[in-house]
């Protein structure tokens, strides 16, 4: 359960103690005079620091504004009964997929044949800590000046969901759709009926649950699907179709966007936003390699593309392609770019600590002890490193430019193809 706290009510009631405490007792000075006091005053010094402790991480709690506090709980407890729920063992699962991303053990052509194994693994070790750390939208966002990250987040849906062209009540295809974030947010915004797929069905299940739980249980609905065959879905028979940093999990982006073509209307619309190389990538430049296979292997991506072969794809299969541009060289205005969530830092009250040296192996310290006293499972502490590894490749794509989220396409079928 989420740990809710009235913060000001705690807060009082604690202070009110302290006062009440402190007017009792002697505080002492130093270690020694502390160790000479009477056992009650030891005691009641004891507990005052406790509350102490207690008090600031509730001030951390409310400042951060994200309930740090309650969704690390929620997620320990979700941990601790993955395995058993889930008919999985973390431990195996992960050093397979790493094995996947071993080159001389596997390959890239065995890899992207392998696509499916590789995607499902990979949603199923990292579903939880994404929400976790990142909330319910995987994606990524720049922000505007005045934005929260949550705001920009939406900012980013909402503009793809308008480019569509829908109208309420219209039929839409969330192609990934993760657990669901965008999918309810763009069926609030349009009032469509969002269908959306999705390879994994622990994403189905968690998706269906918060779709109910935000009351769209009849407008957004989460299925269980291979979007290189959507066979479940008849020809034309979407009104608008999206996809948000999902299609680059495709071993190639022809088979998933000539799906896209089949399920869509003549004359109705499909926008995405896919994880590209830029120009700017080298291939004989060894750190930009180090960056691509970084993001690869802590990101479940068989294979990466440029944006040209992303929009030769899309035209080859028979889309018009309305316009094509990266908006990670958007002007934010002096804003936050959308990479910087990402980069480390060495404040601990902030997402990106676990990030910096320290924070990363402060975090792997601490899943290592969890694993040793069995709160979480055996290899959560091995998922923490693959997804740190992402994160650092994502950062640093971002950062030289080399790599770009959000590579914006917008395209329409014709409306004389059936």
Known sequence: ????????????????????????IKLPNNFDAFMKSEKQDQLAVVGIAGASVVATALVVNSLYGTNPLGRTWEIMTTFSSQEKKRNIQVNDWIDKYNDLHDDEKVGLDNRNESYTTLVNAYYELATLFYEWGWGQCFHFAYQL???????????????????????SGDKVLDCGCGIGGPMRNIAKFTNAQITGVTLNDYQVQR???LNAAAGLAGRARSVQSDFMKLAAFEDNSFDGVYAIEATCHAPQREGVYS?????????????????????????NNELHRTIKKKIEEGDGLPDMATQQECVDALTSVGFELIEARDMALDNTYGADPWWLPLYPSNNPFTFRFQLSPLGMATTRAILWFMELIRAVPSGTYKVQVMLQQGGWGCAQGGYTGTFTPMWLMVARKPLNKK
């Open 1 to 24: 359960p989420t740990l809710n706290f009235n913060f000001k009510r705690v807060l009082s009631k604690m202070l009110n103690s302290f006062t009440n405490q402190l007017s009792k």
């Open 145 to 167: 000046p005045g934005e929260t990250f949550k705001q920009a987040i939406a900012r980013h849906e909402y503009y793809v969901a308008g480019r569509l062209g829908v109208s």
């Open 207 to 209: 998706g269906n649950e």
């Open 259 to 283: 799906q896209i073509f089949r399920v869509l209307k003549p004359g109705r619309i499909f926008a995405c936003y896919e994880w590209c190389l830029t120009p700017k990538y080298d291939k």
